[in-house]
């Protein structure tokens, strides 16, 4: 899951929008975050402003897509945060995240070692929502994205 969350936190941290950081955050790492295991404390103070992207990489479905043998098919998906400090900015942030993944309507197909990967598919479930929990108040753009890949090979080319 790891590979695939950095290939996706590189595929959009070259949104331009989020592509330079005001110094509190490497430029190398843009404005694209992936949530981790501790969570900072409640109202505690953005050091980054908007526009960001906040990614939670939810491991999914494992299968089998054979009756002997294991684990042929994985299915990551993510959730994911278009921060803004409007509406419409938070908007436009999800727009150019649907762009990056499916541009000109075709949607990308990764490519990982050991795998057969099948082509990206999004989703954008709930409307624009103001979180009041930081000050100033942020806009989300929240977001699904994932895709199912095969395994070919286990040791991943190695």
Same mark, same amino acid.
């Given at each position: !899951?790891?590979?695939?969350?950095?290939?996706?936190?590189?595929? /959009? @941290?070259?949104? =331009?929008?989020?592509?330079?950081?005001?110094?509190?955050?490497?430029? @190398?790492?843009?404005?694209?975050?992936?949530? %981790?295991?501790? #969570?900072?404390?409640?109202? %505690?103070?953005?050091?980054?402003?908007?526009? #960001? $992207?906040? /990614?939670?990489?939810?491991?999914?479905?494992?299968?089998?897509?054979? @009756?002997?043998?294991?684990?042929? %098919?994985?299915?990551?998906?993510?959730?994911?945060?278009?921060?803004?400090?409007?509406?419409?900015?938070?908007?436009?942030?999800?727009?150019?995240?649907?762009?990056?993944?499916?541009?000109?309507?075709?949607?990308?197909? =990764?490519?990982?070692?050991?795998?057969?990967?099948?082509?990206?598919?999004?989703? @954008?479930?709930? =409307? $624009?929502? !103001?979180?009041?929990? =930081?000050?100033?108040?942020?806009?989300?753009? $929240?977001?699904?994205? &994932?895709?199912?890949?095969? $395994?070919?090979?286990?040791? &991943? &080319?190695?």
């Amino acid at each position: !899951m790891r590979h695939h969350t950095d290939w996706l936190r590189a595929r /959009l @941290s070259t949104i =331009p929008a989020v592509r330079t950081s005001s110094g509190v955050v490497p430029a @190398s790492f843009a404005k694209v975050f992936v949530t %981790q295991a501790v #969570y900072p404390r409640p109202h %505690q103070a953005l050091d980054v402003a908007p526009p #960001y $992207i906040v /990614l939670h990489p939810v491991t999914g479905v494992a299968e089998r897509t054979r @009756s002997a043998g294991g684990i042929r %098919q994985k299915n990551p998906r993510w959730t994911i945060h278009a921060v803004g400090s409007t509406a419409d900015q938070a908007g436009w942030l999800g727009d150019a995240i649907e762009a990056e993944l499916i541009p000109g309507g075709v949607p990308v197909r =990764p490519v990982f070692a050991g795998e057969s990967a099948h082509p990206f598919w999004w989703s @954008s479930p709930t =409307p $624009i929502d !103001m979180d009041t929990d =930081p000050t100033p108040p942020v806009f989300l753009h $929240i977001s699904e994205c &994932g895709f199912a890949t095969e $395994i070919t090979d286990p040791t &991943g &080319g190695a």
